[in-house]
């Protein structure tokens, strides 16, 4: 078995009366594909936002590899090799596509010379393709990110978290808004993603994609961990059943 | 020749402290409507430094711009604090309590402003208007010189993704912090070097020269050229400072033109003339894709 | 005198709030800073002032001036803000003090620089006791925001308009979702706050009796600083900002003197309120 | 951009050329003379801007009407100034350097005069200041002249009259933040203290301030017998409405700021009994002073004011000075100068001191049935010849 790359331990998030996750764990093995899944209002972003520092956890612990994490900056975590992505994307629409990925270059240092030296250096445009070559948008590294089609913008947020060239990588809801056939795309890329080292954690309402892709599954409900283990064990739970489709409809409506 | 040469000393000034707003509101994308305050302190800084502590200019007028930059600093420091409208109405707040400040403290002249400020002398000879205007475009192309660099570095993408996004910004690693105070710390110190260039130009400050309605010409001047681009602010610094120079016959109706060109542009043509939308812009680039089609067609 | 004082504070105050109330409805519902919503006031005052003039009525004065300003400021919101809305808040803003500036040149040139006079004939009994004097019209200043902060806090609590109001100001999205007509309702707090604009200039106009073109120079910035003191989008905290505002310059300016202008104080108080609760005195976290 | 520039360069240096063609070859008495007359013609002061070259204007058409001056047509070029010091700075050199004025009058407020004054002395050419206060105005060299009283003058003439004519023994001073309203006050201030008068309070107030409430009720409080007031008319007449509405009782003496109609007007029956310190005097029985009130009215549908007497009287010294000696700048200076007993509308212009600052009578005015009368003159040298 592979090392563990990152770990929560009994993460907690609240805000106001309202607990948003109650005593969350989970491990991720280096290389691998991990989905945390739920219903909508699990928790799901909210434990992305804890992780990426956007918020900050009321108790527990976050560690990388050997460092923690808890009570860091987003920036500070970024620098230590984790990239996300957003829900509703956020690019740099009036940037270029090329300049929305190297931006991701280097992790947000600015190299000695920055103040003078212009961005696009021969190193950092060839670096900057290649990871759009590896989205499939080369063609489109001069086009205002903001103009592109929707399906195209996850891809170019995908490509700007993969040029930091993180050690975990989260996706929050990747394939949400796409059309099957983009989706089935997105979804081979991510697993390109891992088969060059990077660990993967996604976030995935739709629970086909998420089990079809991922290694390890983890189900969310109501802030609770209610499952863990592989998509087939998860697939048989009865509670993950029940969280789907006991209140489904119900469920659905009050998003 | 002198009204030229003071017309054309004013532009410049318009430029420098356009292009610092511009640096401020174009690139980091941080509303600030209280840039007449920071070019004030350079003004005030620059005319106590030569008048009470003895300084030349040479040396006031970095010491001048260190002032305003740190002032602007601070300002830096409550935008991270604050929301965007919360953050406009503190800079018109900040212009407000400056211009008091001047006009309240004895030290600071009160009503009658501080007069007496030296014109640069070099090697003993004290330059005269049109000597000063030369010094002077030396220092806007200084200072378009460093704009054109920061606009073009790293450091300038990195600010301007701030203004698009900053969360997408702190998740790709970049000191969101840093990024904006350096933005008003850049911004603010060329306006503490136009206050300098003013008070040396003038000889004499008062402090209404450095009013609310100052801040808002040249908000209009970097929104009118286009924010975020290079060349806007000096376009619109250009058109605005000689605009009611050049036609005596709009003088009754100055602030009407002002006022009504600013609602309709950002309407209208928020990017500005030079903006990315523009119309100018993109008829200028449909005019260069014709021309170019012909030479295709024909050769 | 003390008392005198007070009274002197709550009277400069509820001038305040008068200028502010208006605005403090339209941010509620828009979270546009409406600078040119000093326009309308000014606007109110010349319209309150021409019919006066020529009707000597005060009744018919402030109705025409209340019909022309939640005109005007219907226009303002359907051709200014509603083409900008969705945009980051520095558009609106401009845009707003460009129309601001526009106006008050367009008064100037239209009415002349001159200062007009607006005494306004009130037959109403003043307060002569020995410790505090109030003449009819401070006094129908104080009762008219009284009035107009009751009819509101009725507006908003027990009608229809308010609870979408308040719905709107909550969540814009939301709220159209759940079936409110939010164009509507925002033009008809542009209406009503343009409205209460107008007997503000008016109020202003005849208590100093005077207007003129500029007179909105101060209150368009002032009036921002009292709503977000008195907790953005909330009608009895803008009336408590703008009592506390008064109050508080008056007593400075008796017991310390003039330290600074009056703009000055307001501001600065703002902007320490600001770097210790970010989001306004009452207000919610965005 | 600097090509911009260079082709601007190049089109005012064609446009000055054809100029200079003109008007090079011209006789020795030229046709039309052009004096320059800069005001606040937009901005907040743009009423006064109004005033100040409605009459500056009324000046030349009666000179003009007379025949002009020995045959030569006046014709007055106006400025905006904007009320800002740099605008005045462009528009000093537009009228002298392109438009060719022979002299400059200032209708404007203490801050664009005193930018325009240093460069009015390196051109050479004459320069007086209407109603401008600041002392740099003329300390700028021998080419500026000021044809009001600097602030010391006026503050001792109200300190006279508040102390012999009205009888103040507890006076409050009230001061507009501005160098004009503060060297007024303070002025005043020393004279009574000198006086042994008790000076009981002293408040400033920021220009433009409109609620006198606070300060009326603690003015009262003190019970003074005199209110000294420096302030302009918008003002002056809140603080006579709120004295009313205080009840405070005593005598209030203002000064020029409040000299205009406007003034009567905003604070209607309250300004009732009040006295100023001006330079006007409408029950001057001078031919030229009434003239001048009549055909004000007249023309422009609104009584005359202290800016507009100003200005009005600025340009008829420069146009006397011209008629006495040429229409070189520097003779004109010299002239200005050398002038004595000139009536103008503001009265009798004894002269000019040595450094430009005028010798003339303080008007002292009284409110009573809502017009300015005569109540006293000031003419002891003592108090009206400016110190140097």
Request: hydrophobic share 50%; aromatic share 8%.
């Amino acid at each position: 078995m592979a090392d563990r790359l990152f770990r929560a331990e009994g993460v907690t998030k609240r805000f106001g009366g309202l607990t948003a996750l109650k005593d969350v764990s989970i491990e991720v093995d280096e290389g691998s594909i991990f989905a945390v899944i739920g219903p909508n209002g699990a928790g799901k972003t909210t434990l992305f936002n804890v992780v990426s520092g956007v918020y900050r956890a009321d108790e527990g612990a976050i560690w990388l590899g050997g460092s923690t994490l808890h009570g860091l900056g987003t920036h500070r975590i970024a620098r230590l090799g984790v990239a996300r992505t957003f829900q509703i994307t956020r690019l740099f629409k009036q940037l270029s596509v090329m300049d929305n990925v190297i931006l991701g270059l280097g992790r947000g240092d600015i190299p000695m010379g920055g103040l003078i030296r212009g961005p696009r250096s021969k190193e950092a445009v060839d670096k900057a393709l290649e990871t759009l070559a590896a989205v499939g948008l080369e063609k489109s590294a001069d086009t205002k990110a903001g103009t592109l089609p929707y399906g195209d913008q996850r891809r170019v947020e995908l490509a700007r978290a993969m040029a930091m060239k993180p050690r975990l990588l989260l996706l929050d809801e990747p394939c949400a808004g796409l059309t099957h056939h983009e989706a089935v795309n997105l979804a081979e890329v991510v697993r390109q993603v891992r088969d060059t080292g990077v660990t993967v954690v996604l976030v995935e309402h739709n629970m086909h994609v998420a089990m079809g892709l991922a290694d390890h599954v983890a189900v969310l409900d109501h802030g609770e961990k209610i499952a863990e283990g592989t998509p087939e064990t998860v697939q048989r739970n009865p509670l993950v059943i029940e969280a789907y489709l006991g209140r489904g409809e119900s469920g659905e409506s009050h998003a | 020749m002198l009204y030229l040469v003071t017309v054309s000393t004013m532009v410049c000034i318009y430029i420098i402290l356009a292009s610092g707003l511009n640096i401020i509101t174009g690139y980091a994308g941080q509303p600030n409507l209280g840039h007449a305050a920071f070019f004030g302190i350079g003004a005030y800084a620059s005319a106590l430094l030569t008048t009470k502590v003895g300084l030349s200019f040479w040396a006031a007028m970095p010491l001048a711009v260190v002032i305003a930059a740190s002032v602007g600093f601070v300002l830096g420091i409550i935008s991270l604090r604050l929301r965007e409208d919360f953050l406009a109405i503190t800079t018109i707040g900040v212009n407000f309590v400056v211009v008091s400040v001047f006009l309240y403290f004895d030290y600071f002249g009160r009503a009658l402003g501080l007069g007496g400020i030296p014109r640069p002398s070099i090697f003993g000879h004290v330059l005269n208007k049109p000597e000063y205007l030369v010094l002077v475009v030396f220092l806007v192309a200084a200072v378009l010189l460093v704009c054109w660099v920061f606009s073009r570095s790293r450091l300038g993408l990195m600010v301007s993704a701030v203004r698009e996004d900053e969360l997408a910004a702190h998740s790709l690693g970049l000191n969101v912090t840093a990024l904006k105070l350096a933005a008003f710390v850049f911004g603010t110190a060329l306006a503490g070097l136009g206050g300098s260039v003013y008070a040396h130009f003038m000889t004499f400050i008062s402090p209404y020269d450095f009013a609310f309605p100052v801040s808002i010409t040249v908000m209009c001047m970097v929104v009118l050229g286009g924010a975020g681009t290079f060349w806007g602010p000096v376009v619109g610094a250009i058109i605005l400072a000689s605009a009611p120079e050049i036609m005596r016959f709009i003088q009754q109706y100055r602030m009407l033109i002002y006022g009504g060109l600013l609602a309709v542009l950002m309407i209208f043509q928020p990017a500005g003339l030079l903006g990315a939308d523009s119309v100018f812009v993109r008829g200028g680039a449909r005019l260069v894709a014709r021309v170019r089609g012909r030479v295709v067609q024909s050769g | 005198m003390v008392i005198q004082q007070i009274a002197n504070g709550l009277v400069l105050g509820s001038l305040y709030a008068l200028v502010a109330l208006g605005l403090t409805i339209v941010y509620g519902v828009l979270r546009v800073l409406h600078v040119a919503h000093a326009g309308v006031f000014v606007l109110g005052a010349y319209a309150g002032l021409l019919v006066y003039v020529s009707s000597g009525s005060i009744v018919l004065c402030l109705a025409v001036a209340m019909l022309v300003c939640g005109f005007a400021g219907f226009l303002m919101y359907r051709f200014l803000y509603r083409p900008v809305l969705g945009r980051p808040a520095l558009i609106p803003l401009i845009v707003s003090i460009g129309t601001f500036m526009f106006l008050e040149d367009l008064y100037r040139l239209v009415m002349g620089p001159y200062i007009k006079a607006l005494p306004l004939k009130l037959s109403l009994p003043g307060l002569d006791l020995p410790f505090l004097r109030l003449t009819g019209q401070q006094l129908f200043i104080v009762g008219v925001t009284a009035l107009l902060l009751l009819a509101l806090w009725w507006l908003m609590k027990g009608t229809r308009l308010g609870l979408a109001w308040r719905a709107s100001a909550q969540d814009m999205e939301t709220a159209g979702a759940h079936g409110i007509n939010t164009d509507v309702i925002v033009g008809l707090c542009f209406v009503i706050g343009s409205a209460i604009a107008a007997v503000a200039g008016i109020m202003v106009g005849s208590y100093y009796n005077q207007v003129y073109p500029s007179m909105g120079s101060v209150p368009a910035y002032k009036a921002l600083a009292v709503i977000v003191l008195g907790g953005l989008g909330s009608v009895p905290g803008t009336v408590v900002a703008g009592l506390a505002l008064g109050l508080a310059e008056t007593l400075t300016m008796v017991w310390v003197g003039t330290i600074l202008p009056r703009e000055a104080i307001a501001f600065l108080v703002l902007i320490l309120m600001l770097l210790v609760k970010p989001t306004g005195l009452l207000g919610r976290a965005s | 951009m600097r090509t911009a520039k260079l082709k601007v360069f190049v089109a005012v240096l064609c446009v000055l050329g054809i100029v200079l063609a003109m008007s090079g070859c011209g006789p020795k008495r030229p046709e039309v003379v052009k004096i320059g007359v800069y005001a606040p013609i937009t901005g907040p002061a743009a009423a006064d801007g109004l005033a100040a070259t409605n009459a500056a204007q009324l000046a030349a058409d009666k000179i003009n009407e007379a025949g002009g001056i020995n045959g030569t047509r006046v014709e007055i070029l106006t400025y905006d100034d904007r009320f800002e010091s740099a605008s005045a700075v462009a528009v000093a050199h537009q009228a002298i350097e392109r438009d060719g004025v022979v002299a400059l009058v200032s209708g404007s407020y203490s801050t664009p005069t005193r930018a325009v004054a240093p460069i009015a002395q390196e051109a050479g050419i004459p320069h007086v200041a209407g109603y401008a206060v600041h002392p740099d105005v003329t300390a700028a060299g021998n080419y500026n002249f000021r044809n009001s009283f600097v602030g010391t003058v006026q503050g001792k003439a109200g300190a006279w009259v508040a102390i012999n004519q009205m009888n103040a023994q507890k006076v409050c001073i009230l001061m507009v933040d501005t160098d004009f309203g503060r060297i007024l006050g303070e002025t005043f201030q020393a004279e009574c203290e000198a006086a042994g008068v008790q000076v009981l309070s002293a408040d400033t107030y920021p220009y433009g301030e409109k609620d006198f409430s606070a300060l009326m009720t603690k003015i009262k409080g003190l019970n003074p017998d005199l209110l000294y007031a420096t302030g302009y008319y918008a003002e002056g007449a809140a603080i006579a409405l709120a004295a009313k509405t205080a009840g405070l009782t005593c005598k209030v003496l203002g000064m020029e700021g409040m000299d205009s109609p406007m003034f009567l007007e905003l604070g209607g029956e309250a300004t009732e009994g009040w006295v100023i310190t001006s330079n006007l005097n409408r029950d001057d029985a001078s031919p030229v002073t009434q003239e001048f009130i009549e055909e004000y009215e007249t023309q422009f549908g609104i009584q005359a004011d202290m800016v507009a007497a100003s200005t009005y009287d600025a340009v008829l010294i420069v146009c006397e000075a011209m008629r006495l000696g040429g229409f070189e700048p520097a003779a004109i200076r010299d002239a200005i100068a050398g002038l004595q007993n000139f009536q103008g509308a503001t009265g009798l212009i004894q002269g000019f001191t040595a450094g430009g600052e005028v010798i003339k009578p303080v008007q002292v005015q009284i409110v009573e049935g809502g017009e300015f009368h005569y109540y006293a003159v000031v003419d002891d040298p003592a108090i009206i010849t400016p110190p140097n």
